[in-house]
């Protein structure tokens, strides 16, 4: 301090005797007669527990960041007017913008739904779940499940979003539905009566001409092993080129027994 007048202050780790580390902040404040510094007066302060908080406020952060950056979802951050501030690398990777291209955008320039989940945000507590769909930046629509939610911080209020994508799931599911219903159009079609099975040799769907044949409704058939309803063991699988029929006796509960000849071929990916 000498020949000063300014205030010194450190912050460093001591040691006691039995080495227990404490933190300290020691502040210096000189003490002048004619201008000079004489003395000076030491004022320490111990830091230790607001040490303790900022190291744990550390490893809480790090804890934080380690879940947002490997998410197997994607999760985003809006403020009040739909404005994007942060996203994880999944969302980011699922919307094929960078962080900082998606930061310059608002919810509703990728969602054409966005003003209406806000409102929703912003008269319901806790959190909604929906399915919607997102713009990504090479023009493709990705769907997603999203989960969403407001909170606050301070005066203002924030958004937060969880959303999985669900776009190939939802492709494989119109797809199956839209076999099903091929299936079904040929079902109809189909004066012999058809039968069709399940990977486990139980009935998943039949004709009207197997329903009359076997005089029981469908519903009453649908789930049985095909091995309950005749006697003896099915016949084998056979390819088209060498089908031959198998007579089987069909006995249905509450319905006289049926004389029938199976094929039984392979639908494969049909």
């Given at each position: 301090f000498k020949g000063n007048t300014i205030t010194v202050e450190k912050t460093g780790t001591l040691s006691d005797s039995q080495q227990t580390d404490w933190t300290w902040r020691i502040k210096g404040i000189p003490i002048t007669r004619h201008e000079e510094a004489v003395e000076a007066l030491f004022l320490i302060e111990d830091r230790t527990q607001y040490r303790m908080l900022e190291?744990?406020?550390?490893?809480?952060?790090?804890?934080?960041?380690n879940i947002f950056n490997h998410a197997p979802c994607g999760i985003f951050f809006a403020n009040n007017q739909g404005k994007y501030l942060d996203a994880n690398p999944a969302a980011l990777e699922m919307l094929g913008y960078s962080l900082e291209e998606l930061t310059t955008l608002s919810t509703r320039e990728l969602s054409a739904d966005s003003d209406r989940r806000l409102r929703r945000l912003r008269e319901t507590p806790g959190w909604i779940e929906e399915d919607t769909r997102y713009l990504r930046k090479d023009g493709?629509?990705?769907?997603?499940?999203?989960?969403?939610?407001?909170?606050?911080?301070?005066?203002?209020?924030?958004?937060i979003g969880i959303a999985k994508d669900i776009t190939a799931k939802n492709?494989?599911?119109?797809?199956?539905?839209?076999?099903?219903?091929r299936l079904k159009a040929v079902l109809s079609l189909e004066s012999r009566p058809l039968l069709l099975l399940d990977a486990q040799d139980r009935i998943s769907n039949l004709n009207s001409a197997a329903v009359e044949l076997l005089d029981c409704p469908s519903e009453n058939l649908l789930g049985i092993?095909?091995?309950?309803?005749?006697?003896?063991e099915p016949p084998p699988l056979q390819d088209t080129s060498s089908a031959s029929a198998s007579p089987c006796?069909?006995?249905?509960?509450?319905?006289?027994?049926?004389?029938?000849?199976?094929?039984?071929?392979?639908?494969?990916?049909?």
């Open positions: 190291d744990e406020l550390i490893r809480s952060e790090d804890r934080y960041r493709k629509v990705v769907e997603v499940h999203l989960l969403a939610s407001s909170y606050q911080s301070g005066k203002e209020t924030y958004f492709e494989l599911q119109r797809n199956l539905s839209a076999a099903k219903a092993p095909l091995a309950d309803l005749i006697d003896g006796v069909f006995n249905i509960p509450d319905s006289p027994p049926v004389n029938l000849s199976v094929i039984r071929l392979p639908l494969g990916n049909i």
